[in-house]
């Protein structure tokens, strides 16, 4: 690429060359030849412009750039897990990536496995040491209850143990009607909650999971819901706690609660969450495990009915045993990968600018070893300065067996000026009048 002020003086040259011109250090030119080199640089500046104009006009297509790291795997496809339950998925706590699911899109009953949004909420708006007052709609839940009676009074610090560790519908809606004021605007609370968290294809009408047929969630969205959960240092001394013990206010009355979780004693690295049954939903339950910095939430819907009790606690060890075994935490992307330089139109005394990601940038993944990564670039072909320092320069996204896992902005990484009329004079009088090079 020609740079812009050497295309002048280039031009320069030619012209005055043909005139007969010579460059006399210390000595002084006459006016007329001094404003022939002035008028010269504004025709050369124009007749450059027009140029980069002209070849600007096909400079806004983008350049996509594949690099694509095999990693040196073996490319052996993926086994199939038998599992018993209907709808599956593993997911990785911290990324969110999916590493294996089965239909789990598919809209379903989910039983208790609610529960983990009922007490995610109770946590986010209600205070621990708020008093609870039972009411008759509360009292009236079916099993399984507390048995708590209308007008008794409890903490909810001590409640959301109830509802946690032994599944307590009635303790449900008497922290629904606490937290919102009624169940169905705590409906409403747990449905806009899991929107944000990206669970589209959830709809809660009740915050204990009971039967009804616009209660519904996915393994997917279960899964979204439980890894937001875990982040929760409150949500997890509850649901890893083997047993609690209260009273009600006035200390009239006891209550012994123990936590139903058998996968927490059953697993290595086991931190919860929650299981559920009622007869649409079959035998549910959300888990969570963490291993050398790994965490993974599983999801097991309609895994068996009565008397297969037991068959969600196999599909999620071999979940679990799935995902530790077969992925390795890799950082597939950092700060240092090498980016190329965008060419510059019309920059001051630059050609190119170079691009850069956002300094810090590590995304590490989960990989499995017959997993390839593709990286694929876009970035404009060229620019006209100026370029500003850290303004969007272009995205770079990241592919894991053609399926794309995310994006990285990227950015430029200096600033170029514009060339202008006043630096093109300013060459013009220091090459041919004042220096002798």
Known sequence: MVNADSGVIVLVRILLSKIGYRRVAGKRISCAVRSLAIGLGLCGYLLFNCIAAYGQSDRNAISVCDKTESLDRDQETTEELSLYATSALLMDADSGRVLYEKNSRE??????????????????YGNPEDIVTISANAARQPDVQMNAGEGEQYYLKDL???????????????????IAGSVEQFADDMNEKAEALGAYDTHFVTPNGLDDQEHYTTA??????ACYAIQNDAFLDIIQTP?????????????????????????????????????????????AARRNGITLVSVVLASGWPPHKTYKWS????????????????????????????????????????????EGTKVNLLVRE???????????????????????AGTLDIYIDEELYGSEVLYFAEDIPVITYAYFLKKIYRYYFLVES
């Open 370 to 392: 017959d997993e390839s990564i593709r990286y694929e670039l876009s970035l404009p072909e060229a620019v006209t300065a100026p370029v500003r320092q850290g303004e969007v």
């Open 220 to 225: 997917y969205d279960l899964a979204r819901i």
């Open 315 to 358: 599909d999620t060890r071999a979940l679990m045993e799935y995902g530790f075994q077969r992925y390795s935490l890799q950082t597939v992307l950092d700060d240092t990968y090498e980016l190329p330089d965008v060419p510059v139109e019309r920059g001051l005394e630059a050609n190119a600018v170079s691009i850069r990601l956002e």
């Open 160 to 178: 959301l143990y109830a509802l946690m560790l032994e599944s307590h519908n009635d303790v449900a809606v008497a922290i629904a009607e606490h």
């Open 107 to 124: 809209q379903r009953a989910n039983a208790s496995t609610t529960k983990i949004m009922t007490c995610i909420l109770a946590l986010e």
């Open 243 to 287: 047993a609690h013990t209260f009273s009600e206010i006035n200390g009239k009355r006891s209550v012994g609660v123990v936590n139903r979780d058998a996968f927490l004693t059953q697993y290595d690295g086991a931190i919860g969450i929650k299981t559920g049954f009622t007869g649409n939903a079959g035998y549910c339950f959300v888990g």
